[in-house]
């Protein structure tokens, strides 16, 4: 088993950054896969960022290329979302998920979940 806790979400101006952070404990990240999910109010959960086990491969979705950044730390056992160039777009609950295999892009691809952070983007 797995648990992992999000946090770093909160309110920021459009233009702004936020840095997200996603805590693991019970096995190592190292075993796992790692993304970042999101889901604004009345949409569906979609896929945002994924890393592999070693963080040498990474993969984003189109909205967000060159603006987010994920990284991971297995030493601390900790995944990062480095999200600068905020949009309002953006406002949605982030959720981290880890998955037993590269490179899965949809919810049920993955094994674990956190139970979100808040972030929020004002024009």
């Known amino acids: 088993q797995v648990q992992l806790v999000e946090s770093g979400g909160g309110l920021v101006q459009a233009g702004g950054s936020l840095r997200l952070s996603c805590a693991a404990s019970g096995r190592t990240l190292s075993r796992y896969a790692m993304a970042w999910f999101r889901q604004a109010p009345g949409k569906e959960r979609e896929f945002v960022a994924a890393?592999?086990?070693?963080?040498?491969?990474?993969i984003y979705a189109d909205s967000v290329k060159g603006r987010f950044t994920i990284s991971r730390d297995n030493a601390k056992n900790t995944v990062y979302l480095q999200m600068n160039s905020l949009k309002p777009e953006d406002t949605a609950v982030y959720y981290c998920?880890?998955?037993?295999?590269?490179?899965?892009?949809?919810?049920?691809?993955?094994?674990?979940w956190g139970q979100g952070t808040q972030v929020t983007v004002s024009s």
């Open positions: 998920a880890a998955s037993s295999i590269w490179v899965g892009l949809r919810v049920h691809e993955y094994n674990y």
């Open positions: 890393i592999s086990w070693s963080g040498g491969d990474t």
